[in-house]
């Protein structure tokens, strides 16, 4: 397939309620667009950055730069195989990962499409549905957490994960277990506490969580090997995993049970099917994780969340847990049971509503070869 042209847009989707994680609160998701077009065809995909660099490294400010002077020029007039064949042709530009990742997506979508095959199975994915779980931010009192909590349960996800800050922890998974019992639960710092805050952890060990995401520094393997060894409960790394090698390192010294994998975060599909399969190999369960996706990045992580090393329910909620009007048709949504359908239509298997897209984009270039 011959990228002929892309198209860029900043997009900004106002949240329904607002999410507060350790690094800030957000009322709104702010992410790039990329749609590229080939004879006949368009695919999309998501750069799901924010405005500021709390998460990672990158806004969308740099991922419109490394796109515009550094990535599309590499890509646009070229004819490309399969979308395998991008991460060799960015692999010299250092990180941007999210940028790359959006980039790829958007040919895993048009190379599924060609095919006639749905995006899932392109990936090697073998689940029909996957297990929904659902990420409830920091909020002003424990009431108004075990409100949202009773809403989401109410609502049939099967796993709800808690954020997690010095001053918001253990006594905050003492109150949801002490007011839901054996829910399946588990938790995320998002880096904000250090290894000498190892007792808040050593405390939460008695509370049977699946596991604690992300505790230590967002680049760090070695201190949370040594809080590994000090628990019972599976420490699972999000932030200090971005390539599959991070994920072998991390496999080898002991620094976690469990990967959290974000395609964005390792660079793209091909990368996050890699650290899937490197996973596997090595008996380490992985979830899908995600940064709060208008439905083109979430139907990519549902196809990806479909392999069969995803042992773990996901961050991949319905349209409804973010959006009043989300950017597909259909909406994402929840089954009676919990489970969300992998499409089965070739693609992303949902249609991007163009007039909901134009509505809500602030910024939007097209660029040709
Ligand atoms: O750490 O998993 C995270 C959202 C934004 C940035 C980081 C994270 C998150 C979430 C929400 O936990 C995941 C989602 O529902 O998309
Ligand atoms: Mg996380």
Redesign the pocket.
Known sequence: MKIAWAEVRQVELPLVFP?E?SFGRQDTHSCLLIRLGTDGLEGWGEVPVETAPL?NEETTGTAWHILERFILPLLLGREIAHPQDFPPLVRHLRRHHMAKAGVEAALWDLYSQQREIPLAKALGGTRQAIEAG??LGIEPSVDALLARVTDFLRRGYLRI?I?IKPGWDVQVVREVRRAFGAIRLQV?A?SAFTLEQADVFRAMDEYDLLLI??PLGEDDIVDHAALQAQLRTPICL??SIVSPDDARKAIQLGSCRVI?IKAARLSGLSAAVATHDLCQQRGIPVWC?????TGVGRAANLALASLPNFRLPG?V?ASD??YHEDLIDPPVTLNRDGTITVPASPGLGFRVALDRVEKHTVRKATFKS
Do not use: A, H, I
Not at 289 to 293: K, S, V
């Open positions: 999410f994680t998460y659902v990420s994960k954020k995320d998002n995401e992300q999000d932030e959290n994780g995600g940064l709060l996706e961050d909620s847990r973010y």
